[in-house]
């Protein structure tokens, strides 16, 4: 059973970077598209990207300049930073798996983390 | 960018009836594409339906999706309990980027 879980500092500066860490258990990082999605306070959900395991990256053009995904497939893990954050990044943040791309079950997300809450504060 | 629209805000219903919520698109969408998902609170969202009809492993067959174009559908055929809690819809468009719905919240009545 693959297991996502996410790691990192709970509260962080204005205009500091927020540094997150998904570990990924139970199964291969190979062959998979590995994504951050967070959801504000009592709001709906926002994509933030995601990277294939080879290495490859898409992001949300909204935060583009301020995001950079990584990837440790030796540990088993996945990171998120975002820079220069605000009071707007207050979220929870989400680790997730796009599901096996050879089908439709590609196009959705088909294991998450149980989400880590970052709040942006002096 | 594809925009997703949800309706109702809020649907309001008794155990045992019948739910049906709605996701809407701006352009259309691959069927392939279009996803759905519960999040009740204090959980992260748990996959439902992939491929707009597809329903995950372990989804049980009470929960449906149908539509296609920019008109999808989620159907529960007859409301558990636990089938009170938020649904969003979310699409994979142009340009390789995610989107999701604003969200439907299924209460008790």
């Known amino acids: 059973q693959v297991q996502l879980q996410e790691s990192g500092p709970g509260l962080v500066k204005p205009s500091e970077t927020l540094s997150l860490t998904c570990t990924v258990s139970?199964?291969?990082?190979?062959?998979?598209?590995w994504s951050w999605i967070r959801q504000p306070p009592g709001q709906g959900l926002e994509w933030i990207g995601y990277i294939y395991y080879s290495g490859s990256t898409n992001y949300n053009p909204s935060l583009k300049s301020r995001v950079t995904i990584s990837l440790d497939t030796s540990k088993n893990q996945f990171a998120l930073k975002l820079n220069s954050v605000t009071a707007a990044d207050t979220a929870v943040y989400y680790c997730a798996r796009r599901g096996y791309c050879s089908g439709s079950s590609c196009y959705s997300y088909d294991y998450w983390g149980q989400g880590t809450l970052v709040t942006v504060s002096s | 960018e594809i925009v997703l629209t949800q309706s109702p805000g809020t649907l309001s219903l008794s155990p045992g009836e019948r739910a049906t919520l709605s996701c809407r698109a701006s352009q259309s969408v691959s069927s392939s594409y279009l996803a759905w998902y519960q999040q009740k609170p204090g959980q992260a969202p748990r996959l439902l339906i992939y491929g707009a009809s597809s329903r995950a492993t372990g989804i049980p067959d009470r929960f449906s999706g149908s539509g296609s174009g920019t008109d999808f559908t989620l159907t529960i055929s007859r409301l558990e309990p636990e089938d009170f809690a938020v649904y969003y819809c979310?699409?994979?468009?142009?340009?390789?980027?995610?989107?999701f719905g604003p969200g439907t919240k299924v209460d008790i009545k």
């Open positions: 139970g199964g291969s990082m190979s062959s998979y598209y």
């Open positions: 979310q699409q994979y468009g142009s340009s390789l980027l995610f989107t």
